[in-house]
Nanobody, 136 residues
Framework: EVQLVESGGGLVQPGGSLTLSCVAS????????MTWVRQAPGKGLEWVSA????????YYADSVKGRFTISADNAKNTLYLQMNSLKTEDSAVYYC?????????????????????????????WGQGTQVTVSS
C-alpha cells in the first residue's frame, strides 16, 4: 500500500521559516517525480514545487521561487520543503504528492480542474496534508 505522510506544519509569523517532511512507502521513491501542492481556504490546488528524485532536477512555482527549497533523501524515502521568508499568502494545507507514472507537466496542468478528493483518487498518490498558517 502506498503511503505519503506529511509533517512539520504549524503556525509561524511572517518572515519566518518552516520545514515540511513527507515520508513515502509502498513504491520506489527514487524512481519518480515528487511534488508539493498546496490549497488555501476557498481556493483550488496550487502546485508549489517538484523534484525528479533520480536526477535531482528541481522546479518551482514563481510564487515561491527563491524562498522555498525542495529536496529528497532517497535513503530515507523522505521529501522535504524548506520554506523561508514566509508570507501570509503562503497559508494553506500542504500536500505531498507524486504523479507516479504520469508526465509531470500534464499532471500539474490538470490540478487546476481538480479538488483534492478527486486528485487523491485519480491523479497519482497523495498524502493527507499538513496545515501551514502564517500570521502575526
Amino acid at each position: 500500500e502506498v503511503q505519503l505522510v506529511e509533517s512539520g506544519g504549524g503556525l509561524v509569523q511572517p518572515g519566518g521559516s518552516l520545514t515540511l517532511s513527507c515520508v513515502a512507502s509502498g513504491f520506489t521513491f527514487g524512481m519518480y517525480d515528487m511534488t508539493w501542492v498546496r490549497q488555501a481556504p476557498g481556493k483550488g490546488l496550487e502546485w508549489v514545487s517538484a523534484i525528479n528524485v533520480h536526477i535531482g532536477t528541481t522546479y518551482y512555482a514563481d510564487s515561491v521561487k527563491g524562498r522555498f527549497t525542495i529536496s529528497a533523501d532517497n535513503a530515507k524515502n523522505t521529501l522535504y520543503l524548506q520554506m523561508n521568508s514566509l508570507k501570509t499568502e503562503d497559508s494553506a494545507v500542504y500536500y505531498c504528492a507524486t504523479p507516479h507514472r504520469a508526465p509531470l507537466g500534464a499532471w500539474i496542468a490538470a490540478l487546476a480542474t481538480m479538488s483534492y478528493q478527486d486528485a487523491a483518487k485519480n491523479a497519482g498518490y497523495w498524502g493527507q496534508g499538513t496545515q501551514v498558517t502564517v500570521s502575526s
